[in-house]
Every structure is written in C-alpha cells, then in structure tokens.
C-alpha cells in the first residue's frame, strides 16, 4: 500500500524515513498513539529480509521464510491503515522543526526518525563503492543482489570476502561528474560510467544527509533513547551500527517511536510564553 507523492502535506509531527523493519516498527507505534506522522519508504521494503531463506530468530515464528515475515509486516502496517509514502530525501535542514527536501517537494515535521540505507534506490542500477576498511565488503556484496553493476574500489590491502560478482578497480578516486545526478567516477586512469557512488570510512561526513549530525564507526552515533546529536533527531535499525539483526531493528523502530512521541509531548507541554533572559 502507497501513498501518491502529492498527498504529502507541509507539516507532520514526525517522519520517518525508511520501510524496513524499523521503519514500519516504529510506524505501528507511532500509529497506536495517535500521532500525525508520515512513513517514507522505497518501491521494495526490505530487500535484505526478502532474500533470507529462513529466519530463525523471530520470537513466536520459528523457521520462518525472510519473505513470508516481510509479508507480514507489511500486511500489519496495512491492517492498521499505515501508507507508505515513495519519496527519497535528499537533504535534511536542521530543526526543529526539521525541513525534509526531495527532488519535487520539500515539507516539515517535528521530529524525525531516520531508519534507512540507500541500496534498494539502486535496483537494477551500476554503482561504485568506495571502501577504506573491510566492512565495505559486506555492503558490496549485498548490492550485488540488487544492482546491474557493482564496482569496488579499496583503500586498503587485504580483501577478504567480496562476491566474484563485484569487480574490483584500482586506483584512487579523483573526482564525480554529472548534470544534477552521478553519472561518471574518476578513476584517473579510467572512468565509471555508475549512477551511484558510496563512499565507506571509519567516520562518514555528517553532511551527507544532515549538517551537524554525528556518526561513529560509520554509523550514526545514538544513545540507548535512539537520540541522535541533535534534538528531536532519532535513528533506528542497521543505520546505527552492528549488530545487524532483523529483532535489533524492530527493537530501535519501537524504541524510537516512543522516544519520538515523549518528543513531542515535551513540545506541547512548554509554555509558549516563557520569557528566556540572556545575560
């Protein structure tokens, strides 16, 4: 179930962003306590779980298929009437309230929960995947189920574990073209033609998505509320680290929902006329 793209309205309380497993978790509560939100999410919601031939960690569904589970949970979500809105963001401005910028539009919310990784955006797609540890071959190899093309630069000596289905380039990048959207990676000796580059570090910018947020060991750096650095900013699932596990997800979606929502009690509660002396 989707939501048409114009549906979206200016102002929400809370978006979050991302369909998978925490992404939904914390809808569904968010859902239960009555609160404007809006759930952002790819054409394919959890492609990782899809892909799983058995799932065997799942409280009360022992042996189940990664895919039936995804059906379920996307069957819960629309039992409880929870559309799930095709929208990628690309920038977020600090808040609050936050401003959530797409390609065609761009809205607010109060709070936002950040439950998302960009690989299903590259379905079918070449990307190019710049890595300076090891761990960037599990994400290499993951995209290889779901792009056309993947190529894999290490700024390291020693690989591991990289799939025979991802090329492996030499060299250092120099720069990436193209008019409005990635097209091309500098190779300096050769040029990727990709519609997609990762670039994959010890500590990644906090600019990608939003100025000032911070990340720790490629990931973003949160307490055990789910908070992020900056207030009202929530992150849950595999964006926030190791252990990537399916329940750890579902967990931080539920955790975060709930911390949103005493967010945004906390916004209401304040006195609109307290007068704050600067000395």
Not at 179 to 192: A, I, M, R
Not at 252 to 273: C, I, N, R
Request: charged share 25%; proline share 6%.
């Amino acid at each position: 179930m989707s939501e048409d793209l114009h549906a979206l309205k200016d102002h929400y309380e809370l978006a979050i962003i991302g369909c998978g497993p925490a992404g939904l978790s914390a809808a569904l509560n968010a859902k239960i306590r009555n609160r404007d939100f809006v759930l952002l999410g790819s054409e394919f919601c959890s492609p990782k779980l899809s892909k799983a031939p058995q799932v065997d960690n799942w409280l009360g569904f022992p042996e189940i298929g990664g895919e039936e589970l995804r059906q379920r949970f996307l069957d819960h979500v629309k039992e409880k009437d929870i559309p799930i809105t095709p929208f990628k963001v690309t920038n977020i401005y600090p808040g609050p309230p936050y401003t959530l910028m797409g390609k065609e539009k761009s809205f607010e919310a109060d709070t936002i929960i950040i439950a998302t990784c960009d690989g299903p955006l590259y379905k079918d797609k070449k990307v190019a995947i710049i890595s300076y540890n090891q761990e960037g071959e599990d994400e290499a190899n993951y995209m290889a189920n779901i792009c056309s093309k993947v190529y894999y630069i290490p700024y390291y000596s020693e690989i591991l574990k990289l799939d025979p289905r991802v090329e492996i380039k030499k060299g250092k990048a120099k720069k990436i073209t193209g008019d409005q959207k990635v097209e091309q990676l500098d190779l300096g000796e050769e040029q990727l033609i990709v519609d997609g580059v990762f670039i994959l570090r010890d500590t990644l910018p906090a600019e990608q998505l939003v100025s000032g947020l911070e990340m720790e060991e490629a990931a973003i750096k949160v307490n055990h509320k789910l908070e992020t650095s900056m207030p009202g900013l929530y992150a849950a699932g595999d964006c926030t680290g190791q252990p990537y596990q399916l329940i750890k997800a579902a967990g931080e979606g539920g955790t975060a929902a709930l911390q949103a929502v005493k967010y945004l009690d906390s916004l209401k509660s304040a006195d609109p006329h307290e007068v704050v002396s600067i000395h």
